[in-house]
């Protein structure tokens, strides 16, 4: 090969490295404290592997100060990604206004945002964000939050009852019901399926403003359950942002489930750019049938937390 068409060749293959860069979404996972129950140093490299699995998103970890770090200079640049992914549990105290005051705004402009399981119990008094995610639970959560919210006779209700909110019974697989077939994250999915052990979230509260409940999951009162279809997958919007929220995904084994790969992937791709281009996998499980990942599965240190929110 002459040296003028080695030159022509690598300059072609550079060309197209930097355009399939431009074109990837920008995503920051954002982590660095959850309760003791939850391992985000455990969840944050099987967050990344499946992001990274579509060649659709260019991915960076961002993490944050310890509890007793210093705030002051913790300033991301949210303005850089198109969608924050949020592997991450903490009370308000540690964040200062302004870096709340810059994560609304980042949102309210149109910035993207990933709630995943246990991230849902931060933040209980930054009403801004709770505002977000529609429902949380845990953190001396009440009726003062908001109402619990579930199905009852195919309904949503919003029941102000007094009471704590967040509960789950013992893991186990158990299946999701799409109660939205027709918005892009769902669009295409079977109307049941099977979900792999993990922790099935039942009484979160709050505001629901702007909340489209996109897969339901009932709670079984033989497993410490509620008897209701309690929502698991989310679709808000704030202000011209857009947010995904799911609250599977308690630890390597409820990741693994092939359903919670795609709707990661499906959730963070609509929550960035409002769209959805990713098909479904024939591996996507069944009624009847559980699906899973055995290399994620395996991505679990010992020992492994057994219980918690």
């Known amino acids: 090969m002459n040296k003028s068409l080695l030159v022509l060749l690598t300059i072609i293959f550079l060309s197209t490295l930097s355009v399939k860069a431009q074109n990837q979404i920008r995503v920051m996972i954002l982590d660095g404290e959850t309760n ?11 967050i990344k592997k499946i992001l990274d699995e579509p060649n659709k998103f260019k991915v960076e970890v961002v993490t944050a100060p310890s509890q007793d770090g210093d705030f002051s200079k913790f300033k991301p640049m949210f303005s850089e990604y198109q969608v924050v992914v949020l592997n991450y549990d903490v009370p308000t105290e540690r964040w200062p206004e302004t870096l709340k005051k810059s994560f609304e705004e980042y949102m309210s402009k149109g910035g993207g945002l990933v709630i995943i399981h246990g991230a849902n119990n931060s933040f209980p008094e930054w009403k801004e964000f709770n505002k977000m995610i529609g429902i949380g639970g845990w ?13 009852k006779d195919s309904k949503l209700v919003a ?22 077939p027709n918005h892009p994250i769902t669009k295409g999915l079977p109307a049941v399926w099977m979900h792999h052990n993990d922790e ?3 009484q979160l509260r709050g505001p629901g403003e702007n909340m489209d409940v996109l897969v339901t999951a009932y709670s079984d009162k033989n497993n410490k359950g509620t008897g209701y279809d309690e929502p698991q997958i989310m679709a808000l919007t704030y202000g011209k942002g857009r947010i995904f929220h799911s609250t599977p995904g308690h630890d390597a084994v409820g990741m693994s489930s092939v359903d919670y790969v795609v709707l990661l992937q499906r959730g963070t791709e609509w929550a960035a750019t ?29 020992p492994e937390a057994k219980a918690g929110n």
């Open 200 to 202: 099935l979230y039942a």
């Open 274 to 302: 409002g769209k959805v281009t990713q098909k479904v996998p024939a591996d996507f499980p069944t009624a009847n049938t559980v699906s899973y990942r055995a290399d994620i599965a395996a991505m679990v240190p010992a």
């Open 139 to 151: 953190r001396d959560r009440t009726e003062k939050s908001g109402p619990y919210w579930y199905y």
């Open 36 to 46: 003791k129950y939850h391992r985000w140093d455990v969840t944050t490299p099987i």
């Open 159 to 180: 029941d102000p009852k007094q009471g704590s909110a967040g509960s789950h019974g013992n893991r186990i697989p158990f299946q999701m019901k799409i109660v939205n």
